[in-house]
C-alpha cells in the first residue's frame, strides 16, 4: 500500500452512503417496470400506495401503511431498462440537504435472463443521527429488494403484516 493510500484510508469520513445488491431471475426490463409502475410498487412495497410513474422530472408519493405518512419522491432521471434516480426526505439533521439520493441500477446478468438489482443511497452527515438514519434507510431498501424479488419470482407480498 501507498503513502497516498494509507493517507486516503486516514481521512476524515464526511458523508456516508450504502449499496444494497440482490439477483432476480426476471430481465431487466420486467425488474425496472415493477419499480417505475406506482401500481406495481404499490403490490410489493409501498404498502399504503404510490403514485405517479418514476419518469424523469416527475413528483411522485409513497405511502407506507406500515410507516404513516406520504412521502414525496422527485424523480431526477429514470432511463429503462437501467437506471433509477430519485430524491427524498432524508431525517431532521442527518445531512445539509433534507433529501437523500437513491439510485436504483439494474444490469442484467444470465444472458439477460437475470438481473442484478443494486440500490445505492447517500448524503448523510457522518455523525450520530446520519448514521442512524442511514442504517434505518439500508434496513429498508434491503427488505425492498427481498419484497420485489419474492412478488416478482413468487407473487408474494413480504412487507404484509411484516412492520405492523
Known amino acids: 500500500m501507498s503513502q497516498i493510500e494509507i493517507a486516503a484510508d486516514m481521512a476524515p469520513l464526511t458523508e456516508l452512503s450504502f449499496s444494497v445488491s440482490g439477483r432476480v431471475s426476471r430481465p431487466p426490463a420486467e425488474v425496472f417496470e415493477a419499480v417505475a409502475d406506482p401500481a406495481q410498487l404499490s403490490r410489493y412495497f409501498t404498502t ?9 422530472g416527475a413528483e411522485v408519493s409513497w405511502d407506507f401503511a406500515d410507516f404513516p405518512g406520504r412521502f414525496p419522491v422527485v424523480v431526477l432521471e429514470a432511463k429503462a431498462p437501467e437506471r433509477i434516480v430519485i430524491e427524498w426526505a432524508a431525517a431532521p439533521g442527518s445531512n445539509d440537504t433534507g433529501t437523500t439520493r437513491t439510485v436504483f ?11 442484478l438489482v443494486t440500490i445505492t443511497e447517500s448524503t448523510w452527515r457522518a455523525t450520530t443521527g446520519g448514521a442512524k438514519s442511514a442504517f434505518g434507510n439500508c434496513e429498508g431498501w434491503t ?14 407480498n413480504l412487507r404484509d403484516g411484516f412492520y405492523k
Not at 48 to 56: H, T, V
Not at 105 to 115: M, V, W
Open 143 to 156: 427488505g425492498m429488494l427481498a419484497a420485489l424479488k419474492a412478488w416478482l419470482e413468487h407473487g408474494i
Open 105 to 115: 441500477e439494474f444490469a442484467p446478468i444470465d444472458g439477460g435472463a437475470r438481473t
Open 48 to 56: 399504503g400506495g404510490a403514485r405517479g410513474r418514476l419518469e424523469p
